[in-house]
């Protein structure tokens, strides 16, 4: 027979305190252990919580961030979702610090009301993070790749109804007037539909992703290991900051307006960036053909311009490259003089002035090694027909600070270029990510600070997420920490 146990009070609690732990997920027990969101926050977005209102809050500060970083984390779309999880789930309550649940209308306001406070966080959280950066690849962590994108607006004219009732009535009226075939009602559509959205005017129609939108436009920087490095809101308060940036009308062509779009918003952009943060100086900007510019070329790579010491950026079929002294091909790459559809192959890119001025050496297309008579090794060119009467064949050296378009630190067309270059799409992918796995994009809201504080709120779980990882020791999932929800 077994002997009963009789069970103290304090028996009673070590086992309930127990179970509680055990029952708490795993993903919350980590977060809890490795997270103090309390020190992530700034003192000076303490102090304006604080006196914000100039009465004690019900909830803190940092329930709200955590609660909205977790929503991401979650990629729960909506705060009436988020609600319903808080609402149903004890552990994840518990977790934020809320002893009850805020209504919906709570949660706009903060992001409304301290919106600027968000993105000093973020930034904060940039220098934060870049020691990791760098300690995970440098190579990778010293790139900067920009890029542009949309929030698409809950507003009517993203309604497809809108723009096929724009058609029907210009087809009605093409019947009625007994046009011929030249008048096209769907490019008549498209050239009447207004500008902006009338909702709100920083909603302004774009072309993004292959299609017409109404949308808040935003830039992103990141490096070359997808981690965003700055967000910027290109909304009327941006443009006042930026007189320079001058807003044009849409032109024929949707994706040269973007492009034109783009190439105004980069050197603002990346100013504002290093100003920010002094101690990060990267040395490759990679970008689209948007960027073909021989200004954006003086800026990234001029003497007095932000510091690059390559730029990768694909020539615009639109511009053609000139060059005095020999043919260039589409990568900018000079070319036989007696056959233009021959590239000269790129030897070295070492000064060869007293005055250390760089330069790019080229030789001739069907040079090779060969040993000669004295067992040294020389070039020699297999030519028949040479342009030159040097055995070597012909050299021609360049001078990338003369044309920085033609050069840009880089030869084009190389198998450094095409593995370089690849990385760029790193940004797109961190866009795509923010907006869907962070819930950017699909919200039901017209309003631009919550759309803005969304985006900076999207920024700042990623870079807790690099903080967590780095924490435990799992450099891969700093881009997303998802996997670990399912472990």
């Known amino acids: 027979m077994i002997k009963p146990k009789q069970l103290s009070l304090n028996n009673i609690y070590a086992g309930c305190l127990e179970s ?85 209308s709570k949660f706009t306001r903060f992001k409304q009301d301290f919106k600027d406070d968000l993105k000093t966080m973020f930034d904060a959280l940039v220098d ?27 507003v009517q004219e993203n309604n497809p ?20 075939a030249s008048y096209d009602p769907y490019k008549a559509a498209y050239g009447s539909m207004p500008t902006h959205a009338e909702a709100d005017p920083a909603i302004k ?20 290991l997808g981690i965003v490095r700055d967000l910027n809101f290109y909304d009327e308060n941006y443009y006042l900051e930026h007189p320079e940036i001058q807003v044009s009308k849409k032109d024929d ?45 003086n800026e990234l790579l001029g003497k007095d311009g932000l510091g690059f010491n390559k730029a990768f950026i694909p020539l615009n079929s639109a511009h053609g490259l000139k060059y005095p002294d020999c043919p260039i091909n589409e990568d900018g790459v000079p070319c036989c003089p007696n056959d233009s559809t021959l590239p000269m192959k790129p030897e070295t890119s070492d000064s060869h002035l007293r005055c250390g001025m760089p330069t790019l050496k080229f030789v001739c297309p069907m040079m090779s090694w060969v040993k000669c008579e004295d067992g040294k090794y020389r070039r020699r060119t297999s030519c028949e027909n040479p342009c030159t009467d040097s055995p070597c064949g012909r050299m021609f050296y360049v001078y990338p600070e003369k044309n920085l378009r033609t050069f840009p630190g880089t030869v084009r067309g190389t198998e450094e270029w095409d593995d370089t270059y690849k990385i760029r799409v790193t940004v797109e992918k961190s866009i795509n990510h923010f907006k869907d796995s962070f819930c950017v994009a699909g919200r039901k809201t017209r ?41």
């Open 20 to 104: 509680f732990e055990n029952d708490k997920p795993k993903f919350l027990s980590m977060l809890e252990e490795h997270l103090d969101i309390d020190a992530l926050i700034p003192l000076s977005f303490k102090m304006h919580f604080r006196n914000h209102t100039g009465r004690p809050r019900e909830y803190s500060l940092s329930t709200f961030v955590l609660s909205l970083i977790i929503q991401r984390i979650f990629s729960i779309h909506t705060d009436n979702l988020l609600i319903v999880f808080l609402t149903y789930s004890r552990e994840l309550r518990e977790f934020c610090g809320f002893d009850k649940v805020p209504d919906a």
């Open 128 to 154: 934060l993070t870049e020691p990791i950066c760098q300690d995970i690849d440098s190579k990778l962590a010293s790139m900067t790749i920009f890029d542009t994108s949309g929030i698409e607006a809950y």
């Open 447 to 487: 309003n631009a600070l919550t759309s803005e504080a969304d985006l900076y709120l999207a920024g700042i779980t990623q870079l807790v997420t690099v903080l967590l990882a780095d924490s435990i020791h799992q450099h891969k999932y700093i881009r997303s920490i998802k996997p670990l929800i399912s472990a």
């Open 205 to 224: 129609q774009m072309y993004i992703n292959g299609h017409f939108c109404y949308s808040y436009k935003f830039g992103m920087i990141t490096n070359g």
């Open 161 to 180: 109804k809108f723009i096929n009732a724009l058609i029907k009535r210009l087809k009605a009226w093409k019947a009625a007037k007994g046009l011929d």
């Open 253 to 297: 062509s949707p994706d040269e307006d973007k492009s034109l779009a783009d190439s105004k918003a980069l050197l603002p952009t990346l100013r504002g960036f290093f100003e920010k943060h002094p101690l990060i100086k990267p040395s490759v900007f990679l970008g689209d053909s948007a960027f073909d510019s021989i200004d954006i070329y």
